[in-house]
């Protein structure tokens, strides 16, 4: 009698340990599908902000800024290459969730389209030119007669697009990446370009005495993230991540390491 008493206590022991094994895996399992993972669109020709390794992985401050705010709100992150103009057509299409492209936030007509996280970045806008180009020293040094390259999408393509309509340069020449810009510019194929301080600053470390900066800066601009407009939840995500990475000095560490490199 006393045998069986034990064996039916030690089946009900076995099958009380089974269950609670069963619910340990089943709690694992519900946490790792909460855990989204978002698709993150940019045009990595945008350095330091957006770029690429030598094996071709998307890398840049914007990528290590949103996979440490994804960290800290519990979500993950996988990139997309795409062109800068075709980013936010993606977004309003659901093919990504995030943009990450160093984007001015202040644009009036991205703000009607898409929804801004907080600022991260303020960069300013600058004229390049070659190295030994002592004729242009600002803006104002732009002539009638002169070709002004700019990134496709970008302020500096409206700056140079408005520059143009106002008659102070002979063209705008938008381009797709700012290394065939830039290319142009060191070949003689336009006078300058236009485009943001710390993007040129990038440039200049890569391709020392090739292009210099001229002038005080056009204008100044801030770079968000952008989201499907209406995204509530997902801005409020990155706003939260954003801030609490500031705080710990998250932020502070990968600027330095990008703009230091």
């Given at each position: 009698m006393k045998k069986s008493i034990i064996a039916v206590l030690l089946a009900m022991v076995l099958v009380f340990s089974l269950a609670a094994c069963g619910?340990?895996?089943?709690?694992?399992?519900?946490g790792d599908a909460e855990k989204v993972t978002y698709k993150v669109g940019t045009e990595?020709?945008?350095?330091?902000f957006d770029t690429t390794d030598e094996e071709q992985n998307i890398v840049g401050l914007d990528m290590d800024l949103i996979k440490a705010i994804g960290k800290?709100?519990?979500?993950?992150?996988?990139?997309?290459?795409l062109s800068f103009d075709?980013?936010?057509?993606?977004?309003?299409a659901g093919n990504i969730d995030i943009i990450a492209a160093g984007m001015n936030k202040d644009d009036k007509d991205r703000q009607a389209q898409v929804d801004f996280s907080d600022a991260y970045y303020e960069s300013k806008l600058m004229v390049a030119v070659k190295?030994?180009?002592?004729?242009?020293?600002?803006?104002?040094?732009?002539?009638?007669?002169?070709?002004?390259?700019?990134?496709t999408g970008t302020t500096g393509a409206n700056k140079t697009?408005?520059?143009?309509?106002?008659?102070?340069?002979?063209?705008?020449?938008?381009?797709?990446?700012?290394?065939?810009?830039?290319?142009?510019?060191?070949?003689?194929d336009v006078s300058?370009?236009?485009?943001?301080?710390?993007?040129?600053?990038?440039y200049m470390k890569k391709q020392p005495d090739k292009?210099?900066?001229?002038?005080?800066?056009?204008?100044?601009?801030?770079?968000?993230?952008?989201?499907?407009?209406?995204?509530?939840?997902?801005?409020?995500k990155i706003n939260a991540g954003l801030k609490n990475i500031k705080e710990d000095g998250t932020f502070d560490k990968l600027v330095d390491e990008w703009f230091n490199k």
């Open positions: 619910g340990s895996d089943s709690d694992k399992s519900a990595p020709t945008f350095p330091p800290d709100q519990g979500f993950e992150v996988t990139f997309e290459n075709g980013l936010v057509p993606a977004l309003k190295e030994d180009n002592n004729t242009i020293k600002s803006v104002d040094d732009l002539t009638k007669d002169m070709k002004v390259a700019a990134q697009q408005e520059l143009q309509k106002q008659g102070k340069i002979k063209e705008a020449v938008i381009l797709n990446g700012l290394d065939t810009a830039m290319l142009q510019l060191i070949n003689g300058a370009v236009i485009n943001d301080k710390p993007v040129t600053e990038a292009i210099k900066m001229v002038g005080e800066p056009l204008n100044a601009e801030n770079y968000g993230f952008a989201v499907k407009k209406g995204n509530t939840e997902l801005v409020e």
